[in-house]
């Protein structure tokens, strides 16, 4: 067995980010957050509580909404991580970026990315979500200025659109 | 908050992460989820010098239905226990209690069975663990030394809580053997805040041990 006690090692992580992967030597007490906002740039990722709470350091790891504060880089070595960053294509924003948008469900921004996160990975598991699905979905993320009255109407014309997106998806294949 | 350095092992089967325990020293922790022990370490609040990472050992997640005994593997997820038909069907206790537990995020990562292996829950994080008739079977690199005072302490603050939902029984055995340890209760709410308060005296903080849950049905 290879039990290197030595906490100064840096080790080599590959994390496959928004589809490219990234190698980089890290410490083992490296969060995946700060892995994202400082060697790599990636500032859509935000702290908030830093005590993971707030929810909005959220991002995918294999899929799944997880706080990103909460998680070391080491052990999300091999796997595939998706940010705010790789939801749009081009210039075209995501439908939920979109609803986000148009229902005004935002006022600082701060925690924006996290509930979008948050919400496109809960319309995956609730593609027609009631409003308990919202409310209990959504309890991981924390807006001080919104009120969740205008994100809970984002999320369902998001819901909306992503439904109809895959329906006509559907439709030409 | 960056917590304190350590160093990192990642496990590739229940034996390499017991024997790699061995080498951290006493202080050394498992990582399963971290939901626990990563708060607790950016407060700064534990410095283990060596963490090991069980979090890889996916045949440690499962729900299976075996006769009349349901069995929860140690990695098992919340959202796992929540969306598992069978145990909607036969537990369906466990689904809703981890419906309620953390939140969607926190509910995404191996839990560790944190509420028998760890003394601190953290407020919120954990609102509720039911154990239905169960017994646990813990792993450890060493024989797991509860004397008489320590067991009666982690059983009153199980029934402390169970005391606390009083539509729910209140019974628990705590049995102590060489090598490993065995809960045995009928009914487990472990919650929040005041059983953290209580236990903020113990050294020990998340990353504890982890176990299989074996619940039978009534």
Same mark, same amino acid.
């Given at each position: 067995m290879n039990v290197r006690l030595d906490d100064s090692t840096a080790m080599s992580v590959s994390i496959e980010i928004n589809g490219v992967v990234r190698t980089e030597a890290v410490?083992?007490?490296?969060l995946l957050v700060h892995f994202l906002r400082?060697?790599? /740039?990636?500032?859509?990722t935000h702290i908030g509580?830093?005590?993971?709470?707030?929810?909005?350091c959220t991002v995918w790891l294999d899929g799944e909404a997880i706080k990103?504060?909460?998680?070391? &880089?080491v052990q999300a070595d091999g796997h595939k991580v998706t940010t705010i960053? /790789?939801?749009?294509s081009g210039q075209k924003l995501h439908p939920m970026q979109e609803a986000f948008h148009e229902e005004h &469900?935002?006022? @600082? /921004?701060?925690c924006t990315p996290g509930f979008i996160m948050s919400s496109v990975s809960l319309l995956r598991h609730h593609?027609?979500?009631?409003d308990e699905d919202l409310r209990h979905g959504l309890e991981g993320n924390i807006c001080r @200025?919104? /009120?969740y009255v205008n994100i809970l109407k984002a999320v369902r014309r998001g819901a909306k659109a992503i439904a109809e997106a895959d329906q006509d998806r559907g439709d030409l294949q | 908050m960056i917590p304190p350095p350590f160093s990192y092992h990642l496990a590739t089967s229940v034996d390499d992460a017991t024997q790699a325990l061995g080498f951290g020293g006493e202080d050394a922790k498992y990582l399963a #989820? #971290?939901?626990?022990l990563i708060p607790v370490l950016k407060m700064r609040l534990s410095a283990p010098p060596l963490l090991v990472d069980?979090?890889?050992?996916?045949?440690?997640?499962y729900v299976r239905v075996d006769g009349d005994v349901v069995r929860v593997g140690a990695l098992t997820r919340h959202c796992d226990l929540m969306e598992n038909r069978a145990l909607r069907e036969y537990l369906p206790i466990l689904s809703d209690v981890a419906y309620e537990v953390g939140d969607a995020q926190v509910r995404a990562? %191996?839990?560790?069975c944190t509420a028998l292996s760890s003394p601190i829950v953290p407020e919120r994080k954990m609102n509720g663990v039911v154990v239905v008739n169960c017994r646990a079977r813990v792993s450890a690199?060493? %024989?797991?030394?509860?004397g008489r005072e320590k067991s009666d302490r982690m059983r009153s603050n199980f029934s402390f809580w169970m005391a606390a939902r009083k539509s729910w029984r209140v019974s628990t055995r705590w049995i102590s053997q060489p090598g490993h340890s065995s809960v045995i209760c009928s009914?487990?709410? $472990?919650?929040s805040a005041r059983l953290s308060s209580r236990c903020? $005296?113990?050294?020990?903080?998340? #990353? #504890?041990g982890f176990a299989e849950l074996m619940g039978r049905g009534d």
């Open positions: 410490e083992p007490r490296m400082d060697r790599l /740039g990636m500032t859509g509580c830093d005590t993971s709470q707030c929810g909005a990103s504060c909460s998680i070391f &880089a960053e /790789g939801l749009a &469900a935002l006022q @600082c /921004g701060y593609p027609e979500p009631t @200025c919104t /009120g | #989820g #971290g939901m626990s069980i979090g890889a050992l996916r045949d440690l997640s990562k %191996p839990f560790n690199s060493r %024989p797991l030394k509860l009914w487990i709410n $472990s919650a903020r $005296s113990r050294r020990a903080a998340g #990353g #504890g």
